[in-house]
C-alpha cells in the first residue's frame, strides 16, 4: 500500500516538475510573439486551464486519498477476504499507472498543442505497429488481471469444507432471522414457505425430526472462529442480499432459490474491538438489494467467538420448540416422543394433551 | 413512407417541393413534422426538459445524503406529503427518487435525448440523403416517445409515488404491490411506459439502420462514412437486437402482475400470506434485463464516443488516427456488449462457474476501449487545436471515460466484486464512465451542431465555462464516491446512520452532495447560452469550425430535403485535416481529387478515374428518383 502511495507521490511531483518548467516556456513565448486577434476565442485561458487543473487535480486526489485511507474499512477479518483485499488493491496499482499516463497525455497535449498562428497541424491519420502496441499491452494485462482473479472466485465459490458451521440466514421485510442446526443432531431441518407464520418465522418444518434442536435468532449470529462457516441464504418476500463488509462476503438472497456463502473469520470480535481501539465494535451484516422502505436499516449483529464461548451459546439457546411448544401439535404422531425431548415439561401439558402420555419420559432429558 | 412518396412523386422537382413545403401549416411543419431536422430538436428539447427534471431530483436526494440534518420544508410546495412536518424526506420517496432519476437519465435522456437527437439529426445530413427512409415512421418514434415520457411523467404525481424499485425494478419488489407502495400504479405505468419506449426505439432504430445503408449518397462508401454515423449504425443495432428482449421481460413480468403467472415469482410469503405462485425464478428477469441493460451502456455511450470522433478530429485539425481502427474497435464493443450482462449478477447465486466466463468476457472489452481511448490521445497529438467548447467537451469525455473505464476493470474482476457490488464505487463508476461521459457527449454534439440546427452561434466563452465547471464538478462528486464504495457503503440507502461500518465520511459525503448541487446550478448557464442563442445568437457562417461533412455543404438553414438542387457526390473521406500541400487546412468530402492535385498522395491520384463512375452513379435521391 505504502510503496503504491509513494509512487503515485513520486510520478506526481516529477509531473509537477515538468509541467512547471513547460509552463515558464509558454509565459516566455507569450511575451515575444503572438497577435491575440488571430487567436480563436478563449483559447489561451483554456489551454492554460488543462494544466492548471492537472496539477490541482493530481495534488487533490492524492491527498484526498491519503484522507480518507483512514475511513476506510480495516483489513478483511477474513481468510478469503484477506486474498480479494491483497488483489484489490493490486489491481487498482496496477490501473493508477494508465489512469495517470492517459489522463496526463490528455491534458498535456491539450495544452501543449493548443491553436498556433500560422501552424499546421501534422496528417497522421494510422501506424499499424503503434495501433498493435496498445492492442496488445492492454491484453496481456488483462490476462494477468482475469488470471488472478479467476483463481481466486474459483476457490472463493469452491464447494464448503465438509467440517463448515452451517447456519441459515434468511432475509425478510426488513430483518434477518439466523437459523442454527442445534446442539443434539447439527443438521438443520426441513423448511417450507407455506409453514410461515408470525412465530414460526421462517417456516421450519416440523414434520422433519432434524427441525426438533433448531433454534432462531432475529437480531444476532453467532459464528467461530477459524472454522469455515457456510451460509445457506434464503428470502421469504423479495430479493436481499447479505453483506457483511468486514469478512467481504456478498451474497443475494433469492426466495425460491436458495444460494450460499462460505467463510473462515479469523479474528474475534474480541480481537477487532483490541485491534481499532473501539471498546463498541461490532461485525455487521448489512442488506445490499433494494427491497424496500426499510432496506437501509435491516442490520444484524456478527459476534465471532471463539470455539469454547460458541458451543456456550448455542447450548444457552432456546430451540425452537422450546420456545413455541404449541408447535408440538404439527409434530407428526410417530415423531412426537422425540420432540418431546425439546420441549419444557411445563409448556408441554397445555400446548398438546395427546402428547401428555410420553411427555413425561422425555422431559427430564430436556431439562438435563 | 416518405421514400415510398419519393418514388411516387418522381417527377416533381425542386419548385413543386418549394412550393409543397409552403404549404405546410404550424401543425404540419412543428408538431406531427416528418422532417428529420425537427424530429432531431423534438427529441432534443423533451431531453432537455427530462434531464433539468432528471438531475434535480439526484440533487434532492443528494441533500438527503449529504446533509441529512436540513430542513427540507421549502420543497413542500413541490413534492407535498413526500416531505414530513419535520422537513424530512419520507424513505419511500427516496427510494422513488434514485429509481426515477435513474430511468430518466438512462432511458429518456441519453438513449432518446442522446441517440434520437443526434442520429436523427445527423444521418441524412452527414450521408448526403433528403430525410430518413421512412419520415412517417420517424415521426411515430418520436411520438411515442412521447407517449412513454407523459406516462412516466404522469406516474410522478400518483398518490402513492412512482416506480421505487431501483432502475433495474427487480422482482419480487416490483411485482409486489403489498412489498412497496411504489409497486403498484407507480409500477404499472413505468412498465406501459417503458413498453411504448421501446416501440418507439425500435421505430427508430429500424430507420437509422435502413438510411445509413440505402440513402447514402453517390461515392459515400461505408469506408468513407464520418465515425459518427458508424457509432449511430452499430447503436441502432445493438438496440434493435436487444430491446425486443427488455420488452418480453416487461411483458412477463405485466403478466406476473396481473395475470396471476409465476415466471419470476416462487416461494413467497409477504403481509402475514403465503402465495400461490412456485416456480418461477427473480434470477430470469435479471438475465433478460441485462441482456438489454448491458447494450444498453452501450447505447448510451456510442453515440457519444461518434460524435468525439468528430469533434475531436475537427478542432485538432488532424484525421482521427486509426480511422478502421475506430471503426472495428466500435464493432468489438458491440459484439462483446451482448456477451458480458451476466458480470451484473455475479453475487445473485449464479452458477460461479458461469461467472468465470462472464469475468473472461468483461475485462476483454477492455482491449477495445483502450484503443478508442489511445487513439484519441494520438490525435491531439501534434494537432493544432482549437478549444471550442464542443472541442472541449471531447475532451473532457475521452478523460472522463478512461477514468471511469478503469474501474470497470475492478468490478468486472468477479472475487473483486464480492465486496463492491451495489457499493458506491459501482455508483461512481458508471456514472464516470457512462453517465457523464455519454452527458458530455451530448453537450459536444449539441455545441458543436448548434449552428446547423438554429443557424446561430451559442455563445463560446459561455460554453467553455459551462465546460470548466461540469468538468471539475464530475470529478468532485466521483472521485470521492469512490472512497465512499471502497469503504463498503451500499447503495440505495436512505441514510447511514443505522450501521457503525457506515457511520463515517459525513464530511465527504457532505462534500459529494455540495459538488452535486454546483454541477447542477452550472447547467443553467448551459440551458440560458442554449435558449437565449436560439433567438438571439450570432448568425452562423456557412462553416463556422471548417469542417469536412457534408451538413456543411447545405444552407445555413436548411429547409425539408436539406440541400437546394442536386446532392452532393462525394470523393473522399471526411478526415483530410491539415494535408500536406492543400491550401486550407480542410478539404470537405465533396471536393473531388481532381480539384487537389497539390495535396493528393499517389493512390488518391489514381481515384480521379473513378470520380465520372460516382457522378454518373444512380442515387438515392427521394426527391429526383431516376
Not at chain 1, 334 to 342: C, Q, S
Amino acid at each position: 500500500m505504502n510503496i503504491i502511495i509513494a509512487l503515485i507521490a513520486l510520478v506526481f511531483l516529477v509531473l509537477t516538475g515538468v509541467v512547471i518548467s513547460r509552463l515558464q516556456n509558454v509565459l516566455k513565448n507569450v511575451n515575444r510573439t503572438d497577435s491575440p486577434d488571430a487567436e480563436p476565442s478563449g483559447n489561451k485561458w483554456n489551454g492554460a486551464m488543462f494544466i492548471v487543473i492537472l496539477i490541482l487535480g493530481a495534488i487533490s486526489i492524492t491527498w484526498s486519498y491519503l484522507h480518507a485511507r483512514e475511513f476506510f474499512l480495516p483489513e478483511a477479518s477474513s481468510i478469503h477476504g484477506r486474498r480479494t483485499d491483497d488483489l484489490f488493491w493490486f489491481s487498482m496499482g496496477i490501473l493508477t499507472i494508465p489512469f495517470i499516463i492517459v489522463n496526463f497525455l490528455i491534458f498535456f497535449f491539450a495544452w501543449k498543442y493548443q491553436h498556433k498562428k500560422n501552424h499546421r497541424a501534422s496528417f497522421y491519420p494510422d501506424n499499424h505497429r503503434l495501433e498493435l502496441i496498445w492492442t496488445i499491452v492492454p491484453a496481456i494485462v488483462m490476462a494477468l488481471l482475469v488470471f488472478t482473479g479467476w483463481k481466486a472466485w474459483s476457490d472463493i465459490t469452491s464447494d464448503a469444507p465438509r467440517d463448515a458451521e452451517v447456519i441459515e440466514i434468511t432475509g425478510k421485510q426488513f430483518n434477518w432471522i439466523a437459523r442454527y442446526a442445534g446442539m443434539s443432531d447439527n443438521k438443520l431441518g426441513d423448511y417450507n414457505y407455506k409453514l410461515i407464520d408470525s412465530q414460526n418465522e421462517v417456516g421450519i418444518d416440523l414434520s422433519d425430526e432434524n427441525s426438533f434442536d433448531d433454534f432462531t435468532n432475529p437480531s444476532e449470529m453467532h459464528i467461530p472462529v477459524n472454522r469455515p462457516v457456510l451460509l445457506k441464504i434464503r428470502a421469504r418476500d423479495v430479493l436481499h442480499s447479505v453483506f457483511i463488509p468486514h469478512m467481504r462476503v456478498k451474497m443475494d438472497a433469492v426466495p425460491g432459490m436458495p444460494t450460499k456463502f462460505w467463510f473462515v473469520a479469523d479474528k474475534t470480535t474480541a480481537d477487532m474491538r483490541a485491534e481499532t481501539g473501539n471498546a463498541n465494535f461490532d461485525y455487521e451484516i448489512a442488506c445490499t438489494e433494494v427491497c424496500g422502505q426499510g432496506h437501509f436499516s435491516m442490520k444484524m449483529r456478527l459476534i465471532v467467538e471463539d470455539e469454547a464461548s460458541y458451543k456456550k451459546w448455542c447450548a444457552e439457546q432456546a430451540t425452537f420448540l422450546q420456545t413455541y411448544p404449541e408447535y408440538l401439535a404439527k409434530v407428526p404422531e410417530n415423531l412426537k416422543a422425540k420432540a418431546m425431548k425439546y420441549v419444557p415439561a411445563e409448556a408441554a401439558t397445555p400446548a398438546d394433551s395427546s402428547a401428555t402420555s410420553t411427555g413425561g419420559a422425555g422431559t427430564s432429558t430436556s431439562l438435563r | 413512407m416518405s421514400a415510398i412518396e419519393g418514388l411516387e412523386t418522381a417527377h416533381h422537382h425542386e419548385t413543386e417541393h418549394e412550393h409543397h413545403h409552403e404549404a405546410q401549416n404550424f401543425w404540419q411543419k412543428y408538431i406531427f413534422c416528418e422532417d428529420h431536422k425537427v424530429i432531431a430538436k423534438q427529441y432534443l428539447i423533451t431531453g432537455i426538459m427530462w434531464a433539468v427534471i432528471g438531475i434535480s431530483m439526484s440533487v434532492i436526494f443528494r441533500i438527503q445524503l449529504g446533509l441529512p440534518d436540513s430542513n427540507l420544508s421549502w420543497l413542500k410546495p413541490v413534492l407535498g406529503g413526500w416531505i414530513s412536518d419535520a422537513g424530512k424526506l419520507d424513505p419511500n420517496f427516496y427510494l422513488a427518487l434514485v429509481t426515477m432519476h435513474g430511468t430518466i437519465m438512462v432511458f429518456f435522456v441519453l438513449t432518446a435525448g442522446l441517440s434520437g437527437t443526434f442520429s436523427n439529426f445527423l444521418i441524412p445530413l452527414q450521408i448526403g440523403a433528403r430525410d430518413m427512409a421512412s419520415g412517417f415512421m420517424n415521426m411515430l418514434s418520436y411520438w411515442f416517445f412521447f407517449l412513454a415520457s407523459v406516462i412516466m411523467f404522469a406516474s410522478l404525481f400518483l398518490q402513492a409515488g412512482p416506480a421505487a424499485g431501483g432502475w433495474v425494478i427487480y422482482p419480487p419488489l416490483s411485482a409486489l404491490p403489498q412489498a412497496h407502495p411504489g409497486s403498484g400504479m407507480g409500477m404499472t405505468l413505468w412498465l406501459a411506459s417503458m413498453a411504448l419506449f421501446i416501440v418507439s426505439q425500435l421505430l427508430g432504430g429500424i430507420n437509422y439502420i435502413t438510411t445509413v445503408i440505402n440513402l447514402r449518397t453517390r461515392g459515400m462508401s461505408f469506408d468513407r462514412l464520418p465515425l459518427t454515423i458508424w457509432s449511430f449504425l452499430i447503436t441502432a443495432v445493438l438496440g434493435l437486437i436487444s430491446f425486443p428482449v427488455l420488452l418480453s421481460s416487461v411483458l412477463l413480468l405485466i403478466f406476473d402482475r396481473h395475470f396471476g403467472t409465476s415466471f419470476y415469482l416462487s416461494d413467497i410469503y409477504i403481509n402475514g400470506e403465503a402465495l400461490p405462485n412456485v416456480g418461477g425464478s427473480p434470477i430470469l428477469f435479471q438475465h433478460l434485463f441485462w441482456f438489454l441493460g448491458h447494450p444498453e451502456v452501450y447505447i448510451v455511450l456510442l453515440p457519444g464516443l461518434g460524435i468525439t470522433s468528430e469533434v475531436i478530429a475537427t478542432n485538432s485539425r488532424k484525421p482521427i488516427f486509426g480511422y478502421r481502427a475506430m471503426i472495428a474497435s466500435m464493432l468489438g464493443i458491440a459484439f462483446l456488449a451482448f456477451i458480458v450482462w451476466a458480470h451484473h449478477m455475479f453475487v445473485t447465486g449464479m452458477n460461479p462457474f458461469l461467472g468465470s466466463v462472464f469475468m473472461f468476457l468483461t475485462l476483454i472489452i477492455a482491449v477495445p476501449s483502450a484503443v478508442k481511448g489511445f487513439n484519441y490521445i494520438t490525435t491531439l497529438w501534434k494537432g493544432n487545436i482549437v478549444f471550442t467548447p464542443g472541442m472541449l467537451f471531447s475532451i473532457g469525455l475521452v478523460s472522463l471515460f478512461v477514468s471511469g473505464g478503469l474501474t470497470g476493470i475492478i468490478l468486472g474482476n468477479s472475487a473483486l466484486d464480492i465486496q463492491l457490488h451495489d457499493t458506491y464505487f459501482v455508483v461512481a463508476h458508471f456514472h464516470l464512465v457512462m453517465g457523464a461521459a455519454s452527458a458530455f457527449g451530448l453537450f459536444a454534439g449539441v455545441y458543436h451542431w448548434f449552428p446547423k440546427m438554429f443557424g446561430r452561434m451559442m455563445n463560446t466563452t459561455l460554453g467553455q465555462i459551462h465546460f470548466w465547471l461540469t468538468f471539475i464538478g464530475i470529478y468532485l462528486v466521483f472521485i470521492p464516491m469512490h472512497y465512499v464504495g471502497i469503504a463498503g457503503f451500499p447503495r440505495r440507502y436512505y441514510q447511514f446512520t443505522s450501521y457503525d461500518f457506515t457511520h463515517k465520511f459525513m464530511d465527504m459525503n457532505m462534500f459529494i452532495s455540495i459538488a452535486a448541487i454546483l454541477s447542477f446550478l452550472a447547467q443553467f448557464i448551459f440551458l440560458w447560452n442554449f435558449f437565449y442563442s436560439i433567438f438571439k445568437g450570432r448568425r452562423a457562417p456557412q462553416n463556422p469550425w471548417r469542417s469536412n461533412t457534408l451538413e456543411w455543404t447545405t444552407p445555413i438553414n436548411p429547409g425539408h430535403g436539406n440541400w437546394v438542387g442536386e446532392i452532393p457526390a462525394v470523393y473522399r473521406w471526411s478526415y483530410d485535416y491539415s494535408k500536406p500541400g492543400a491550401k486550407e487546412d480542410f478539404i470537405p468530402q465533396n471536393l473531388p481529387y481532381s480539384q487537389t492535385l497539390e495535396s493528393n498522395f499517389p493512390h488518391e491520384n489514381e481515384l480521379i478515374a473513378t470520380e465520372k463512375a460516382i457522378e454518373s452513379q444512380n442515387y438515392n435521391d427521394q426527391f429526383n428518383a431516376h
